[in-house]
């Protein structure tokens, strides 16, 4: 299969996925709030209101690579009341129109969890290499062709790996930060296993969840990875 094929096979899964909303609209009303949640948070800690936030952030030019992060994540979660997350779902009942292609990305992106992730290295227009920030780990070469283009060796990026066709690639929301910003963001990661399981409790008290996630402790292990 050609790459272009590929890349259109992985773009139409991606439109039909952010198009679903469960098999019977479970999903339908959920994003809105889980998006303001995921702003919430880290609004709180700088010390922001989240109409700040959406000022500062989610009318210029960073809105669509936000608005794709969130979006992975709220696609990948699995839900107190949802026996699958809406990935797992699509797949389950939609996954037949997609092409080789687009069912991998998919099933690839589900398994997936959000790093914070250093470049050391890049080929601009073909690949970046990265490490997990603030590790001695190994880089692993990835296959970007925009992203390269501006990402600057040193930068620091929160985004996804997974690999398609053999390939490890970079999924479609990706978030870009300076070596100074980067200091901030890795603080304020470092902080989310408390924050997560304050989130929790108040879920619970307030009746949207009756009891943690059988899979809490993967969730915070995944998410501060």
């Known amino acids: 299969m050609s790459e272009r094929k590929k890349r259109r ?14 098999p019977n609209g479970e999903w339908a009303h959920l994003f809105q709030p889980f998006y303001d949640e995921m702003l919430s948070r880290p609004a709180k800690v700088l010390g922001y209101s989240i109409d700040d936030v ?3 952030v989610c009318h210029g030019e960073y809105e669509p690579m936000l608005f794709g992060t969130v979006f992975e994540e709220f696609a990948t979660v699995r839900w107190d009341t ?27 992106l589900a398994a997936s969890a959000p790093q914070l992730l250093e470049v050391t290295d890049v080929e601009p227009g073909i690949w970046i290499e990265l490490k997990p920030y603030d590790s001695q780990k190994k880089p692993v070469r990835v296959f970007e062709k925009s992203g390269s283009e501006t990402i600057k060796p040193w930068d620091v990026i929160l985004g996804r790996i997974i690999k398609v066709s053999g390939k490890r690639c970079l999924s479609g929301g990706i978030l870009h930060f300076t070596p100074e910003v980067a200091v901030r963001v890795h603080a304020l990661m470092e902080e989310i296993p408390g924050n997560m399981m304050d989130m929790f409790d108040e ?8 009891a943690y996630p059988d899979d809490i402790e993967k969730q915070i292990k995944a998410t501060n990875a």
């Not at 096979?9 to 469960?22: C, P, R, S, V, W």
């Not at 949802?82 to 996954?95: E, F, N, Q, T, V």
């Not at 879920?203 to 009756?210: F, K, S, V």
Request: aromatic fraction near 10%.
């Open 82 to 108: 949802m026996p699958h997350s809406l990935i797992d779902a699509y797949l389950k009942h939609r996954g037949w129109r997609e092409g080789p292609a687009g069912r991998e990305y998919l099933r690839e």
């Open 203 to 210: 879920l619970i008290a307030e009746g949207e969840l009756t």
């Open 54 to 56: 959406y000022e500062r």
């Open 9 to 22: 096979e992985i773009d139409n899964a991606i439109k039909h996925l952010m198009q679903y909303t469960g």
